[in-house]
């Protein structure tokens, strides 16, 4: 797949901004997209859209639907998890009402070879030998858009499988969009981009708050001299343990993404095929560029910064930056995008399909 670049600089004003500040991406924002946001929310005061999300397993789609809300509200577009929505079901059908509530609209929703009960059992994990089918799956993400209202959708997690293409091209019919637009969003980010995300990821204990030690430390690092290693404080204002509580990394990321190889494998497939879909628009979002390109491009601010540490002469930690330099796919010396620059490309593609 070619994923053109996309000239964010261009569209600059000589400005820096800082990206993971809400007050300054909502400038930045404005500076890089200017009328298209205004000609986007008026377009969604009247319609709404289906976009289905289509990226490596990791590779942040819910970050970009969260950042989409940010500028256009969480009153005009929703993000919806097909994944979460399903573990969320699994939680929930021990409780008596939700289940017989379940049952009922299924009941008049559900079209399949499998019978309710079985489609049941095998969200419990009951069926060994039978998968959960697609067209449960499309009930239950039919239930959640009704309970979320007439909003712009970001559809993350459908397709999931090579057997799901087709239904995407009947999906927005299937719920009832009429004619609203859809289209697919693939957003290209290199694995190894992943494979050190998660090789760098903390969470805190008391909040689930996740940073990076590498790409996205808190407001608080500090030096363990007994085990030679930095680490971060949690920062959530909102947490018991804002500033006290260290952040730990979570069983088996330190593997990367050997565990979910075969997972990558599959979703560049489905990326791959969705490219060759006829009669759906695609906006192509690149997550990197190579470091020959990058800076004729995009803005220095714009790149995705590596954090090192060090402990000063008076004992405290100094935090360095340099931009982070990764090798993509291709094996090319690249450089990755922080998220709101690649947003701004998918948003200036949107504006062609939704506005023209």
């Known amino acids: 797949m070619d994923f053109p670049f996309f000239n964010t600089k261009e569209l600059g004003n000589g400005k820096t901004y800082d990206l993971n500040d809400p007050v300054g991406r909502k400038e930045y924002f404005q500076v890089k997209l200017g009328s298209k946001i205004e000609e986007i929310k008026e377009f969604l005061e009247e319609n709404t859209f289906v976009a289905f999300l289509l990226a490596k397993k990791s590779a942040g789609k819910g970050t970009y639907s969260k950042m989409f809300q940010e500028i256009f509200g969480a009153d005009r577009a929703a993000h919806l998890s097909v994944g979460d929505l399903v573990r969320d079901t699994h939680k929930k059908i021990g409780d008596e009402k939700f289940r017989n509530e379940l049952v009922l609209y299924l009941g008049k929703n559900y079209r399949g070879f499998m019978s309710i009960e079985e489609t049941v059992d095998s969200l419990l994990g009951r ?14 993400v039919k ?8 909003k712009a959708l970001f559809i993350d997690g459908l397709p999931r ?15 009832n969009f ?30 689930q708050t996740s940073r990076s030690t590498k ?14 290693d930095f680490y971060l404080l949690c920062d959530n204002e909102k947490c018991t343990g804002c500033g006290k509580t260290r952040m730990v990394r979570k069983e088996g990321d330190e593997k990367g993404i050997e565990p ?11 990326m791959e095929m969705a490219t060759k879909l006829q009669g759906v628009p695609k906006i192509l979002v690149r ?27 008076d004992g405290k930690v100094i935090v360095e930056t340099k931009p982070w330099t990764i090798k993509d796919d291709s094996g090319v010396e690249s450089h990755s995008l922080l ?18």
């Open 339 to 356: 998220a709101p620059a690649a947003l701004v490309s998918l948003v200036a593609q949107m504006h062609k399909i939704l506005v023209g």
């Open 178 to 207: 009429r004619e609203d637009p859809d289209f697919f969003v693939l957003i290209d980010v290199p694995e190894s981009v992943i494979d050190e995300r998660m090789k760098f990821r903390v969470v805190c204990p008391e909040c």
């Open 143 to 150: 239930r959640e858009i009704e309970s979320i209202g007439r």
């Open 127 to 140: 069926s060994q030998e039978k998968l959960l089918p697609t067209e449960f799956i499309l009930a239950l």
């Open 161 to 175: 499988n090579l057997d799901q293409i087709s239904y995407s091209l009947y999906f927005r019919d299937l719920i």
């Open 260 to 270: 979910i190889r075969e997972r990558l494998q599959t979703d560049a497939k489905l």
């Open 215 to 228: 790409l996205l430390p808190t407001k608080f690092v500090e030096y363990d001299k007994e085990k030679k």
């Open 287 to 313: 997550n990197s560029m190579p470091v020959k390109d990058a800076l004729a491009n995009a803005e220095e601010y714009e790149l995705t910064p590596e954090y090192t540490y060090k402990v000063g002469s």
